[in-house]
């Protein structure tokens, strides 16, 4: 079954220890992405990749890491979170990043940081 | 600035055609989509335009005018399951200087009442 799945979903954590969320897609779509969504906010986009270690920023990517050594995982990385990353956190993959091809998400990764 | 507006709540009832509303203001343009999102669920992409007119989609369908910067989903024979967010998307190739920034509105929380 074509999926994009994220580990954990849920996560309790305090403020400083550092943490990763991972991602995985097998589809062996190019493009990936992690976005945060808020109440009121909408989804924001945080940090994308086009291929294997090609990385950019997105509209908020202060406090996250990201990395892409295989094309199927693109895991989120959180070094020192702080309460101001509490959020839902959706990692989604397409064919490409050129012109606007469907996205797939994955099920999210409700994140909370004491 | 790069923003997309859309309402923030519509309520409609079973049976009935309800009309989403979407207008657009980035530098470039490479397509409007639709995503759905029902409470606690993910997105799921729903459609894509990338020039004028009117594209169906069994009940939903989508369209465009890049002239004015505007795009809406009509959703026809609502049902209760329709009930969740529908939020439009636009990537926009100038922004940040990159291609792959993918613009989500607020989204707009449809209601179906019996």
């Known amino acids: 079954e074509a999926q994009v799945t994220q580990n954990p979903r849920y996560l309790i954590t305090v403020t400083g220890k550092k943490l990763t969320v991972t991602c995985s897609q097998n589809?062996?779509?190019?493009?990936m992405s992690w976005y945060r969504q808020d109440p009121g906010l909408g989804l924001r986009q945080i940090y994308y990749s086009m291929n294997v270690e090609v990385t950019d920023k997105g509209d908020v990517p202060e406090g996250y890491k990201v990395s892409r050594k295989e094309k199927r995982n693109f895991p989120l990385i959180l070094e020192s979170p702080s309460p101001n990353q509490t959020s839902l956190y959706f990692c989604?993959?397409?064919?490409?990043?050129?012109?606007?091809?469907?996205?797939?998400f994955g099920p999210g990764t409700r994140l909370t940081v004491t | 600035g790069q923003s997309l507006e859309q309402p923030s709540e519509v309520t409609a009832v079973e049976g009935a055609i309800v009309q989403i509303n979407c207008t657009y203001q980035t530098s470039g343009f490479y397509g409007l989509s639709w995503y759905q999102q029902h409470d606690g669920g993910a997105p799921t992409f729903l459609s894509y335009n990338a020039l004028d007119g009117l594209e169906e989609t069994g009940r939903f369908s989508s369209f465009l005018s890049r002239s004015d910067s505007y795009g809406y989903l009509l959703l026809q024979e609502l049902q209760m399951k329709d009930s969740a967010s529908y939020f439009c998307a636009v990537r926009d190739p100038n922004y940040g200087g990159s291609q792959g920034n993918l613009i989500f509105g607020k989204g707009t929380k449809l209601s179906v009442k019996p």
């Open positions: 989604a993959s397409s064919l490409s990043g050129q012109g606007a091809y469907e996205q797939y």
């Open positions: 589809m062996n779509h190019e493009y």
